[in-house]
């Protein structure tokens, strides 16, 4: 128990929920959210071998991301390093990973230069979603049981439908939404998203505090500073935080010259968040590579019918507070955000205004949860609950453990597979060190496990990697693959390497394929590094 007293104290988001009067329940929770955020990267480092920099379930996000970081770091904009030669998008520019980029570049290793995001996602997260919960609710066990639905939510449906093993097919797009639904997952690797979602909430709280007339000019600055890096970060939040403060403010005015005057108000505020979403929409018309990103974003299929159902059926309860008239503004955005979120879903997903819709729902937990509780209120008072304790409890926990557990569990699962590039073995390592290490420039043919590694170790662009910004990503991931296990001819191998303009090629581990005699005169330079290997071309064609 000293144990547990000193990590409740010391947590940053146990300080924070703690300067608002949180209860013990609240913040053991916001204890409990951070110990399983960081829970992946704990096991990987745990197995004491070298990271490569992918924590989730699709690694190749991480290792992008860290490549975004390599290139903010050297040009402060963002290229596409998943071609040969890299992409430029000398526009592109985003606040998180340009920060951990000049880390990185200061002499920072770049897999902690973006580590180090959790240190701030962690606590923001714990810290809004109470302070939103704190708002709609009272005291006791009603918020506990909200803050824990919003920090654990999960439909149960996930594990009960595959415990204990890897999923494809139905299986998988549970898992799939899981994903995006499950708070603690956004910190394994997706610390942008827990940020966004964090300043959408803080952003609703300060809408309404800036509606009353005390509130005064730093209100108003401060959540123009909220909106405009909510929506810089991730534009699906920054829309559903103008969409819902637009109908809540149209609502909750009286007269139409309330309505005009607190919109002229509002003006400020649209501007500042709208401005990041108009950046989005013109890099998307104006940089070949977004449109390669939203031609393979857009294939995703949508969730079905049925993966909808499994995934949000368990949140039922919160379709009885809609019965509800709301009582005042933020209890309208209660119940604005998740149509909005499902809105956007099917507006994206089915016109292709933007892209990847799936990231609309990210943050609903938290506004079905404190539903949910309403809608149980509302069924059966809190009186009748208190004296059926257990009832409450356990309903709780089936919303909560099985999924957060079964979460763990796949992670657990993945990283004993390996199919992610979880890690570098220790010549893979040497190898990227060497390539990087080369003066001049250069790009680096690799089979498409070892090429995602390679931009963020190298700083290099490589022919094939991650999906969304490869052109032709399957041709190029069979073509490479063939190569480097030595099952294309010698005529077809040449002309593949010399139509990808690399001037390295690096094999990694996995495969041990000898190219020496394929590469020919064009070889400057070979170098084996325990099990991987590097290739050096001359300058020129065969």
């Known amino acids: 128990m000293g144990v547990l007293r000193w990590a409740v104290r010391g947590t940053v988001g146990a300080r924070l929920l703690r300067s608002l009067k949180a209860s013990k329940s609240e913040l053991l929770l916001g204890v409990a959210f951070g110990f399983v ?5 704990a096991g990987l480092l745990s197995r004491g071998r ?12 991480q290792l992008q991301y860290l ?4 290139s903010a770091g050297e040009h402060l904009s963002i290229r596409s390093m998943w071609s040969i030669p890299a992409q430029q998008s000398s526009a592109f520019i985003h606040p998180g990973f340009l920060l951990s980029g000049l880390l990185n570049r200061a002499g920072v290793d770049v897999v902690l230069s973006y580590q180090l995001w959790k240190l701030v996602s962690i606590p923001m997260v714990v810290f809004a979603f109470g302070a939103y919960v704190r708002q709609l609710l009272p005291a006791g066990g009603p918020r506990t049981a909200a803050l824990a639905l919003a920090l654990f939510g999960l439909s149960p449906a996930g594990a009960i439908w595959s415990w204990n093993r890897l999923v494809g097919g139905f299986g998988g797009q549970l898992e799939f939404a899981a994903g995006e639904v499950f708070a603690p997952s956004w910190m394994w690797g997706y610390m942008m998203t827990g940020i966004a979602v964090a300043l959408m909430v ?4 300060l809408a309404q505090r800036a509606t009353l007339p005390d509130s005064g000019h730093k209100v108003g600055v401060l959540l123009c500073v909220t909106a405009f890096l909510c929506s810089w ?3 699906w939040q920054g829309a559903e935080l103008i969409g819902a403060v637009l109908i809540c403010d149209l609502a909750s005015s009286g007269a139409e010259t309330g309505r005009i005057a607190l919109l002229r108000r509002r003006l400020p505020f649209f501007l500042a968040a709208l401005t990041p979403l108009v950046y989005y929409r013109w890099l998307s018309g104006t940089e070949d590579v977004w449109a390669i990103a939203a031609e393979a974003n857009n294939s ?11 995934t949000f059926l368990p949140w039922l309860p919160a ?11 933020q209890q309208l955005a209660l119940r604005v955000v998740p149509l909005l979120m499902v809105g956007e879903f099917l507006v994206v997903g089915v016109s292709h205004a933007g892209t ?8 609903i937990s938290l506004f079905l949860g404190i539903l949910s509780v309403e809608g149980m209120l509302l069924v059966k008072d809190a009186a009748w609950w208190r004296a059926r304790l257990p009832l409450g409890v356990g309903l709780c926990l089936i919303m909560c453990v099985p999924g957060t557990v079964h979460r763990l569990n796949l992670m657990r699962l993945e990283i004993h597979r390996s199919a992610q590039p979880y890690f570098l073995e220790t010549g893979e390592n040497a190898a990227l060190d060497a390539i990087a290490l080369r003066s001049g420039p250069g790009g680096v043919l690799a089979p498409i496990k070892a090429a995602l590694s390679v931009p963020a170790h190298t700083g290099r662009p490589v022919w094939v990697g991650e999906l969304s910004w490869t052109p032709n990503f399957r041709g190029r991931v069979a073509a490479a693959e063939k190569l480097f296990r030595g099952e294309m001819s010698t005529s077809s191998a040449r002309r593949l390497i010399d139509s990808s303009g690399a001037r390295f090629l690096y094999s990694d581990c996995g495969h041990r394929s000898d190219l020496t005699e394929v590469l020919g005169a064009r070889l400057l330079h070979r170098a084996d590094y325990g099990c991987a290997r590097v290739y050096e071309l001359k300058a020129g064609k065969a």
């Open 37 to 41: 955020s960081v829970a992946v990267i």
């Open 50 to 61: 070298i990271l490569a920099g992918a924590e989730s379930q699709v690694g190749a996000d």
């Open 67 to 70: 490549s975004w970081v390599v």
């Open 202 to 205: 803080i952003g609703l709280l």
């Open 233 to 235: 970060l991730q534009p």
């Open 300 to 310: 995703v299929p949508l969730w079905s019918i049925g993966v909808w159902a499994l």
């Open 319 to 329: 379709m009885r507070a809609y019965a509800s008239r709301p009582s005042g503004w």
């Open 356 to 363: 990847f819709p799936f990231h609309a729902v990210q943050g």
